[in-house]
């Protein structure tokens, strides 16, 4: 067995053998948040290996003595830039862990505790930074994709709570790439949490992934919380929480932010956000978001992409 597969595999052992008890963290008591951590990091190394592994098999079959070789060693190659990954998500989230502690996620969700959607806008204020006010649509433009994204008069009922459906398609050169359906839902205290989504992403017409769906409560996946009725600076929240599937986090840097897109502006009077999700170690984006309308700018902070707000339409 190669030296490198050895080790990984060792690394699989103990990662495994490690345990519950084991933690990051300097924290004395439950440690619920380290040991998620711990959890998925032993389940990338075992997705890790089980690729490796079938690729190896799928190289033997390669007649050519060269041909086989070369197969192994990106087969090899490709293990090593997996286990990477996974140490790179796993720091990015112990590093979560650090600031949201270690109690296990599991935030209250019951139907009394929530708003009914058709109310929002009438009887029930909205929230000032995403209101969900049914019959808007909301169009974006970067340098090469177009999203719309329309709250409808539909609801979802998601563990007895009632949510706003919300739709979200992504354009490029007049192909969809992208269909989501969104469940949003106001608590009684106006923030919004985020119930889950049905995603897929196509190519030429076709729908190629669903990685990113989740609903709450189903299979262990958690509401996020999507935006605070009061946010303050620094406050650091789940968006949502599928571990190994849907895991974005979002931090309050700035609400003094200014902005300027062809729909809308704000000058010193934005909410700032930056994103991030430890599924994409890499990934962070900055949004700007303006009360009464919602996000009117992300920027993408590796590429410098930026996705601005081009038109409001409001229909009954």
Same mark, same amino acid.
């Given at each position: 067995?190669?030296?490198?597969?050895?080790?990984?595999?060792?690394?699989?052992?103990?990662?495994?053998?490690?345990?519950?008890?084991?933690?990051?963290?300097?924290?004395?008591?439950?440690?619920? /948040?380290?040991?998620?951590?711990?959890?998925?990091?032993?389940?990338?190394?075992?997705?890790?290996?089980?690729?490796?592994?079938?690729?190896?098999?799928?190289? %033997?079959?390669?007649?050519?003595?060269?041909?086989?070789?070369?197969?192994?060693?990106?087969?090899?190659?490709?293990?090593?830039?997996? +286990?990477?990954? /996974?140490?790179?998500?796993?720091?990015?989230?112990?590093?979560? /862990?650090?600031?949201?502690?270690?109690?296990?996620?599991?935030?209250?969700?019951?139907?009394?505790?929530?708003?009914?959607?058709?109310?929002?806008?009438?009887?029930?204020?909205?929230?000032?930074?995403?209101?969900?006010?049914?019959?808007?649509?909301?169009? +974006?433009?970067?340098?090469?994709?177009?999203?719309?994204?329309?709250?409808?008069?539909?609801?979802?009922?998601?563990?007895?709570?009632?949510?706003?459906?919300?739709?979200? #398609?992504?354009?490029?050169? !007049?192909?969809?790439?992208?269909?989501?359906?969104?469940?949003?839902?106001?608590?009684?205290?106006?923030?919004?949490?985020?119930?889950?989504?049905?995603?897929?992403?196509?190519?030429?017409?076709?729908?190629?992934?669903?990685?990113?769906?989740? %609903?709450?409560?189903?299979?262990?996946?958690?509401?996020?919380?999507?935006?605070?009725?009061?946010?303050?600076?620094?406050?650091? +929240?789940?968006?949502?929480?599928?571990?190994?599937?849907?895991?974005?986090?979002? #931090?309050?840097?700035?609400?003094?932010?200014?902005?300027?897109?062809?729909?809308?502006? /704000?000058? !010193?009077?934005?909410?700032?956000?930056?994103?991030?999700?430890?599924?994409?170690?890499?990934?962070?984006?900055?949004?700007? +978001?303006? %009360?009464?309308?919602?996000?009117?700018?992300?920027?993408?902070?590796?590429? !410098?992409?930026?996705?601005?707000?081009?038109?409001?339409?409001?229909?009954?």
């Amino acid at each position: 067995m190669n030296n490198y597969v050895k080790t990984a595999c060792l690394s699989l052992a103990l990662a495994a053998l490690a345990g519950p008890a084991a933690s990051h963290g300097r924290t004395s008591g439950p440690q619920a /948040c380290s040991n998620t951590t711990k959890a998925a990091f032993a389940a990338c190394l075992n997705e890790g290996l089980d690729d490796f592994w079938i690729g190896n098999g799928k190289c %033997q079959n390669e007649s050519e003595a060269n041909e086989r070789g070369d197969c192994l060693a990106d087969n090899r190659d490709a293990l090593k830039d997996f +286990y990477q990954e /996974c140490r790179d998500q796993r720091d990015a989230r112990n590093e979560l /862990c650090d600031v949201l502690g270690q109690t296990p996620y599991d935030p209250v969700f019951e139907t009394a505790d929530f708003v009914n959607p058709d109310d929002i806008g009438g009887s029930v204020a909205p929230n000032p930074w995403l209101p969900l006010i049914a019959g808007r649509t909301l169009v +974006y433009e970067s340098s090469d994709e177009t999203t719309t994204v329309t709250i409808t008069h539909e609801t979802k009922n998601i563990d007895g709570v009632p949510c706003r459906v919300v739709t979200d #398609t992504v354009e490029a050169d !007049g192909e969809l790439v992208e269909d989501t359906i969104d469940w949003l839902a106001q608590d009684i205290y106006g923030n919004v949490w985020y119930c889950g989504e049905a995603t897929a992403e196509y190519e030429e017409g076709f729908p190629v992934n669903i990685d990113g769906s989740f %609903q709450a409560d189903v299979d262990g996946a958690r509401p996020g919380l999507l935006m605070k009725a009061a946010p303050a600076v620094g406050d650091t +929240y789940r968006q949502e929480f599928d571990l190994g599937n849907a895991e974005d986090a979002a #931090t309050v840097i700035d609400l003094h932010g200014s902005a300027n897109t062809p729909a809308a502006s /704000c000058a !010193g009077d934005c909410l700032v956000t930056r994103e991030v999700t430890p599924l994409e170690p890499d990934a962070m984006e900055k949004k700007f +978001y303006k %009360q009464g309308i919602g996000n009117i700018m992300t920027v993408d902070l590796v590429t !410098g992409n930026r996705t601005e707000l081009v038109e409001i339409i409001d229909s009954p």
